[in-house]
């Protein structure tokens, strides 16, 4: 008899969190929600508590770290969008639980932090960003030393082939191509300030380095990720785009089981496509790779800075453009801390915030309102 994985889904209510529930609720002979926590959401929180049964429920990231160390969890998926989901990340590996990981901002901020806290408390991170969950299952088993170099795979947003950039509203900026995510990591896409985000993740999820890692731009979305081993041959993994495969893998790791999924259709599809990034119209990528390449508290700077200027162009008060200007300029000003304190990571975050809305108020950075 298959034993039953008690899970904690932390962000519950967003794009991932109901995902994952969907695909609990189609192997309810394998996983038991124990928990449930969400950000402010606590209509969807009663309603998903009451169907799955959870036993511990929150709101808030302090409520999210709590559950996440909860005795009887033997998986926790955190899907909190940004930064606020880190303590929870940390919590989770300190106490020897299976993180299964949509907040790539855990890594991106802390991955010092949290590499520290795996080796300390035995916890393990399952990958469940679609190109590190590629990744992650053609690397399976294999000697990294036979690998030269992995790609990740862009679908290159809703704006690949527009001419300018200039007059992008949030709402175009909001309609993706193939994936249905969150508005958050959809603007990320657009930008391509998110296959950034994944190029620091991957750097510390799989120990490579950033001339190791490559990004290339895929339309279709079908191919997620590539693995090139020194002998001149490559692995790659493909699917439909479709987030609850690499859910469904990560919590069932190392098992594969059964999906009543879409499934490709390679007859139908015809060719695949592959181009370079543009880094002159997307300079988001390039400035990724320079942070991680700069290490200590620039990482954290990055992503604050972004979620702040994501924020305001949702909102009206930024144009597309500024958004990498307004980050560019915050990582300028920044005097790097020591990423192994949660403190000094915790402080980057604060005062990048706290600095790219200052800029924003000053319009130095804007590249104009919406």
């Known amino acids: 008899m298959t034993e039953i994985k008690n899970v904690v889904v932390l962000g519950s209510s967003g794009s991932i969190g109901c995902q994952a529930l969907e695909v609990i609720r189609a192997h309810a002979d394998r996983f038991r929600v124990l928990g449930l926590c969400v950000g402010s959401d606590s209509d969807a929180l009663q309603a998903q508590a009451g169907e799955f049964g959870a036993t511990h429920t929150g709101i808030g990231a302090d409520a999210a770290a709590e559950l996440a160390s909860l005795e009887e969890a033997d998986i926790v998926l955190n899907a909190i969008v940004g930064a606020a989901g880190l303590k929870a990340s940390l919590a989770a590996l300190t106490a020897g639980k299976i993180l299964a990981l949509a907040n790539k901002e855990s890594l991106v901020a802390g991955g010092e932090l949290c590499l520290a806290a795996a080796a300390a408390g035995g916890g393990r991170v399952e990958a469940v960003d679609s190109e590190h969950a590629a990744i992650a299952q053609c690397l399976d088993g294999r000697d990294l030393r036979t690998v030269e170099r992995i790609i990740l795979t862009a679908s290159g947003g809703p704006f690949r082939t527009r001419a300018s950039l200039d007059d992008v509203?949030?709402?175009?900026?909001?309609?993706?191509?193939?994936?249905?995510?969150?508005?958050?990591?959809?603007?990320?896409?657009?930008?391509?300030?998110?296959?950034?985000?994944?190029?620091?993740?991957?750097?510390?999820?799989?120990?490579?380095?950033?001339?190791?890692?490559?990004?290339?731009?895929?339309?279709?979305?079908?191919?997620?990720?590539?693995?090139?081993?020194?002998?001149?041959?490559?692995?790659?993994?493909?699917?439909?785009?479709?987030?609850?495969?690499?859910?469904?893998?990560?919590?069932?790791?190392?098992?594969?089981?059964?999906?009543?999924?879409?499934?490709?259709?390679?007859?139908?599809?015809?060719?695949?496509?592959?181009?370079?990034?543009?880094?002159?119209?997307?300079?988001?990528?390039?400035?990724?790779?320079?942070?991680?390449?700069?290490?200590?508290?620039?990482?954290?700077?990055?992503?604050?800075?972004?979620?702040?200027?994501?924020?305001?162009?949702?909102?009206?008060?930024?144009?597309?453009?500024?958004?990498?200007?307004?980050?560019?300029?915050?990582?300028?000003?920044?005097?790097?801390?020591?990423?192994?304190?949660?403190?000094?990571?915790?402080?980057?975050?604060?005062?990048?915030?706290s600095e790219a809305t200052r800029l924003m108020s000053v319009a130095t950075v804007t590249g104009g309102a919406q």
């Open 169 to 353: 509203t949030p709402e175009e900026a909001l309609k993706h191509p193939t994936w249905a995510m969150g508005p958050k990591i959809t603007i990320d896409s657009a930008t391509l300030m998110n296959k950034g985000l994944e190029v620091i993740e991957a750097h510390f999820l799989f120990g490579f380095s950033y001339d190791q890692i490559d990004v290339v731009v895929h339309p279709q979305s079908v191919v997620h990720g590539i693995v090139c081993f020194i002998d001149g041959s490559i692995l790659q993994q493909a699917g439909p785009a479709d987030m609850r495969i690499p859910i469904q893998a990560a919590l069932s790791y190392p098992d594969r089981i059964a999906s009543e999924g879409a499934r490709l259709d390679l007859a139908t599809i015809g060719s695949l496509e592959f181009e370079a990034v543009d880094h002159q119209r997307f300079p988001a990528l390039g400035l990724a790779y320079e942070v991680g390449r700069k290490g200590a508290t620039f990482p954290a700077v990055l992503n604050a800075a972004n979620e702040v200027a994501v924020e305001a162009f949702l909102a009206g008060r930024l144009a597309f453009t500024g958004i990498t200007s307004v980050i560019e300029e915050t990582l300028s000003l920044h005097e790097p801390l020591d990423a192994t304190e949660l403190d000094a990571v915790l402080e980057a975050d604060a005062w990048a915030r």
